[in-house]
């Protein structure tokens, strides 16, 4: 406290003497020692407020926007510091309002650089500051472990798939993790279901199920809406129907934390949950959490710090990227940096520090989720020095949270674990110059760009639905691809989502889940088209005949019930005949479901969206993430066995939780159930509420 009071008097001093705003002496003067007390007194009454008054004011402004907040705490801190100044006897201090700001700030940033310095250098300094968090005078010692039921951590490395862990370790990216290798840590490699997203995978990971969760985004016939996973207010929804189906709360509901996830999990404390980012009024705790990150003004400036160099580095990549002419490749401009850096910086301080304060806390299950390399991947690509460096500072966060266990109340077991893994290849439009949205309507032979009709893929196309209408009703067709008039009026047009390489085909038009036959009574060239398509791997539809069909090209057709791993599915590897089976049986399932080619030589996928590194529906890396769990718990599957799907992995931590006196999951209330969602709520991933540390022994909190 005596250093770091010295080396802010210092600042203070530096700063008066360098901006001509800033005054800590007297209109007429004054020694140096005279000015240097001063120095001290406004460095010492600044740290005063800050510890003092500063959680107060966080405390009242709970209702503020997130963002507006982290920008709002720079002019707060340079107000405390303004109070400081006039503190200080005879007016000696004086400072313009725009400048108290960046004195402020500078302070705090001073301030926490040398108390993180001291700590590291000083492990008697740094272990006592852990103990000041969690209360205890003393380390917890080897002997007291078996009094203690160890908690457990489920760190989850969005997007990390497991070839991608096993290279990362080889070269040197993560000697975290290949120190825990070396020490006995099994690593599992699991396979996702069709829908290989975080939608689907942790809906099915936290809370058991994700039974008719066809994709990223869907749409539903029977209410008319559109499903977005990363919704508020669908991902509310998609978590009180997994409750309903399987009986309880999820995996975290008796002492659970969830921290940056889509989903609860049952957990009593949020962070950057999803699923509860559309509650509003007091049960809805997570702003207080939130907030907490910002009672220290230095985790702001240290933030902002690194937002800013993180969207730097971004541009620096991107240009870089532009001007090798580097390929695949896709647009990183406009918001992207900001996108990339919230989810690279902030996303991880939050989700990092609240996980801390959950051990400190001695909680008894903590689900995390880590997103910085997936959201890099997806317009880097899933390998190459971008990523390389990601996956460095994510080795350094859990290295982090693993010295923070050691000062814990309790004995901790970390488990990680990724949700999917990424596929890397250029965009569906980029290898063939119209979006799966555009192949759809010309097979439709409803109008489309003229820069799609002048790609081959659209003329064909077109041209084909031109022909089957001749065809099949006998009318001219003129140049456009309409009807003569006196047909009947065109019906709605198709509702056409992607997925990253899955794609999904609707028509809203029709109640019911459309067959092969109606479809092609209506489009007759559609799903030819798709079928044959090269960047199509193949085509899902219902079918009045067999029940429901797969199409490929070159005419290939087999019926749902007899499908196989061989035939049109062989490239896309053990276990894709199930995955499409089991989603076919799905409610929601859309009308056409289409998955794009798989080349197995060079692992790439078309992604539907604007991404190189994509997952979402089936072949290549995407589908096989990874479990890596210490050798005190039991294995994940006997020997010569596979892991496979999510709601199976559920099983698995259940089962490690149980092996340490874990939570078992009670049935959550019915007014918990009944609970009508705030559907019309629909908030961007960065304006969620989020929580961060609690230092405060656990106190369940049975309102959430």
Known sequence: ???????????????????????LQSADGDTFTRTALTAAAAA??????????????????????????????????????????????????????ETAVVVAAVMSAVASATSTALAVRDDDAYRRRLYRLTGRTRPRRPEDAPEQAPGTVFLQLDGVGHHVLRGAVADGLMPTVAGWLDSGHRLTPWRTDWSSQTGASQLGILHGSNEDVPAFRWYEKDTGRLMVSNRPASAVELQRRAVRRTGDGGLLTVDGASRGNLFSGGADQVALVLSVAARRGPRNRSRAGYFAYFSDPANAVRTAG????ECLREVGQSTRALLRRQTPRVSRGGTYPFVRAFATVVERDVVVSAVMGDM???????????????????????????????????????????????????????VLLSDHGQ????????????????????????????RVRRTR??????????????????????????????????????????????????????????????????????????????????????????????????????????????????????GAAEAVRRTDGFPHVADIMVNSMYDPATGTVHAFEEQIGSHGGLGGEQSHPFLLSPPELSPPVGEGEELVGAERVHRVLRRWLRECSGPQVPLPSPSELSEPPSLEISLPMDESESLLPVDHPVVQDKNL
């Open 1 to 23: 406290m005596v250093v770091v009071w010295a080396v802010s008097t210092l600042t203070l001093l530096v700063l008066a003497g360098l901006l001509p705003d800033f005054q």
């Open 44 to 97: 010492g009454a600044f740290g005063l407020l800050g510890a003092l008054v500063w959680p107060l004011i966080v405390r009242a402004l709970l209702l503020v926007p997130a963002l507006v907040l982290g920008l709002l705490v720079f002019f707060l801190n340079g107000s405390l510091l303004l109070v400081a100044l006039w503190l200080i006897p005879d007016g000696r201090g004086v400072a313009d309002p």
């Open 306 to 309: 690194s937002l800013a160099a």
């Open 360 to 414: 400190l806390a001695g909680r008894t299950a903590v689900y995390a989720d880590l997103v910085a390399y997936d959201e890099v991947a997806h317009h880097s690509g899933p390998h190459g020095r971008d990523t390389d460096q990601v996956l460095r500072r994510l080795d350094r966060s859990i290295a982090l949270i693993a010295t923070v266990a050691e000062h814990a109340p309790r004995p901790y077991r970390i």
């Open 423 to 450: 596929s890397p290849g250029e965009t569906f439009e980029g290898a063939y110059g119209l979006t799966l949205k555009d192949l759809v309507r010309a097979g439709c032979g409803l109008p489309v760009p003229r």
């Open 457 to 574: 893929s659209g003329s064909e196309a077109r041209d084909a639905a031109r022909d089957a209408l001749r065809l099949a009703l006998h009318r001219p067709v003129d140049e456009t691809g309409e009807t003569a008039k006196e047909l009947p009026a065109r019906p709605s047009e198709p509702v056409v989502l992607a997925s990253g390489n899955l794609g999904l085909v609707s028509f809203p038009d029709v109640p019911h889940r459309m067959t092969r036959e109606e479809i092609d009574r209506r489009h007759p060239a559609l799903l030819r088209t798709l079928a044959n398509h090269p960047g199509v791997g193949f085509v899902l539809v219902a079918s009045a005949e067999h029940g429901s069909v797969v199409l490929a090209g070159g005419g290939a057709e087999v019926p749902v019930a007899e499908l196989d791993d061989g035939g049109p599915l062989a490239v896309f590897g053990p």
